[in-house]
């Protein structure tokens, strides 16, 4: 589903990704785990076309990126730590403003599952500058599987949510896996990962430096194994 | 998964065309939805641009004091340095919100080209541009006691605002992605408005001291050169402009 080739990318004279190669099959749940600075970011803009790559061969459901971006763009939901909601709409007229942008058919009705899903139905009408930090984010999940994409893109999305909202943020999470959509996460938080994760990979210097699968690694190796592949690396 | 949807479908190219311009509106006027509905919610656009452009006329009127001769013949030159700078105040806020909450990437994110991108804001700016004008004109007439219901200056101050909001739109976009950007967009945006303010003060002048519409084409033809020059350079540089 995500084949990444040779990446490269680099801001002026520094290089964030030095040759990274990363594949992801249809409906795994893949962490991407590192350390600050390590690209995660770089990476996940670049998958969504948000950044040039500088050198390398990215495809996405098939389509080719930077050459076929609105066709990649259609199958990907990216939530990111920011919500990208805009304050002064309710959240139903956010998410209509975004199914409008993504010709999403049966509005109405889809606005109304979203809604369920992420468990704002009974606050449709009032305003995203109301609600907490926990609330916007359950809505930016929604605005993000509003269009039913084939693959989603999470940076860091528990950053800056209480323990109450990253449980609810974890349910919603694990429903859109179940759902069989193809999911990568970046994340600092190993032991919320390790329960949500089907593969972990940890992407240092530039490059991934070790991937191993949640079978492979059995329960409660996640942190062993992020801590051996940055020594190593 | 998803096995029932194919990822992709063959269109004749003809439907694939239609198919794509009718997305392509879709999203501009959802952009342009999008925004009103917003300011109509939270007024600190259109509140700051309105307070700021009435200061100027009433500085300008206590700062000139003019006779009500010389009063008709600055006239146009104080409406259009209001306009230009109670525009600059919209087009850096309209941009500035996008960026704040990170919704630029949100929009960058959509399946349009990014073109509609540009199109929904700049219409959404090209309108509060009307509704600051729209209040203005009035309250000038009555400060100055000079008659601006005149359907020549209306003209050229729609040709005018669709040029400067054509040039704006596509300069905020630039500057919201530096740290400066208040004090950028000015610098930016005023050297590339000079034709712009020359022609549509020149015209408005006209029309104010009663010279017939065919004096004065020159000027018109000049901001009609000018709205649909910026208007196509836009359109083909949008996309490089937004893109990191």
């Not at chain 1, 990274?20 to 996940?44: I, M, R, S, W, Y």
């Not at chain 1, 139903?92 to 809604?115: A, K």
Request: hydrophobic share 50%.
């Amino acid at each position: 589903m995500i084949e990444v080739r040779k990446l490269v990318k680099r801001f002026g004279l520094k290089t964030v990704l030095c040759g990274l190669d990363f594949q992801v099959q249809e409906g795994e749940f893949v962490a991407l785990l590192g350390p600050n600075g390590a690209g995660k970011t770089t990476f996940l803009r670049i998958l969504a076309s948000l950044s040039r790559p500088s050198l390398g061969e990215i495809r996405i459901a098939g389509y080719a990126l930077p050459a076929q971006a609105a066709a990649v763009r259609r199958r990907l939901g990216v939530v990111s730590h920011m919500p990208l909601l805009y304050g002064d709409l309710t959240a139903e007229e956010n998410l209509r403003f975004f199914g409008r942008m993504y010709d999403v058919e049966h509005l109405d009705q889809r606005i109304s599952e979203v809604l369920e899903l992420v468990g704002l139905a009974a606050r449709r009408r009032d305003l995203v500058r109301t609600f907490s930090r926990g609330m916007q984010q359950r809505l930016a999940i929604g605005r993000a599987v509003l269009h039913d994409p084939e693959v989603m893109l999470f940076d860091e999305p528990h950053t800056g949510l209480d323990q109450d909202a990253c449980d609810m943020l974890d349910k919603v999470l694990r429903d859109v896996a179940a759902r069989g959509r193809t999911v990568v996460m970046t994340s600092h938080d190993l032991a919320r990962v390790e329960d949500l994760a089907s593969r972990f990979d940890v992407l240092s210097r530039g490059v991934i430096a070790a991937s191993a699968s949640r079978q492979s690694l059995g329960k409660n190796n996640v942190l062993a194994f992020y801590r051996q592949a940055l020594q190593e690396k | 998964m998803k096995s029932e949807k194919p990822l992709i479908t063959h269109h004749s190219p003809l439907a694939t065309r239609h198919s794509s311009l009718v997305s392509f509106l879709r999203a501009v006027g959802a952009i342009a939805w999008k925004d009103l509905a917003a300011e109509l919610r939270s007024r600190e656009l259109l509140s700051s641009m309105l307070v700021f452009a009435l200061l100027v006329i009433l500085i300008f009127n206590f700062a000139l004091e003019l006779d009500v001769k010389t009063r008709s013949t600055v006239t146009a030159g104080v409406l259009w340095v209001t306009f230009a700078f109670a525009g600059t105040l919209g087009l850096n806020r309209s941009m500035a919100v996008e960026k704040d909450c990170g919704c630029l990437d949100g929009l960058l994110l959509a399946p349009v080209d990014r073109s509609a991108i540009y199109f929904g804001k700049a219409i959404s700016n090209l309108a509060f541009m009307f509704i600051v004008e729209a209040i203005v004109l009035p309250v000038y007439s009555v400060l100055y006691n000079a008659n601006l219901f005149n359907l020549g200056l209306i003209g050229v101050i729609l040709l005018g605002s669709v040029g400067y909001v054509a040039v704006g739109t596509l300069l905020a976009s630039m500057a919201v992605q530096t740290r400066t950007r208040d004090v950028l967009l000015p610098i930016l945006l005023f050297p590339v408005i000079i034709p712009v303010v020359i022609a549509a003060v020149k015209a408005s002048s006209g029309f104010l001291q009663g010279l017939a519409t065919s004096e004065l084409m020159t000027w018109i033809n000049l901001l009609i050169v000018y709205d649909v020059v910026f208007v196509a350079v836009a359109f083909m540089v949008f996309d490089y402009v937004v893109e990191e």
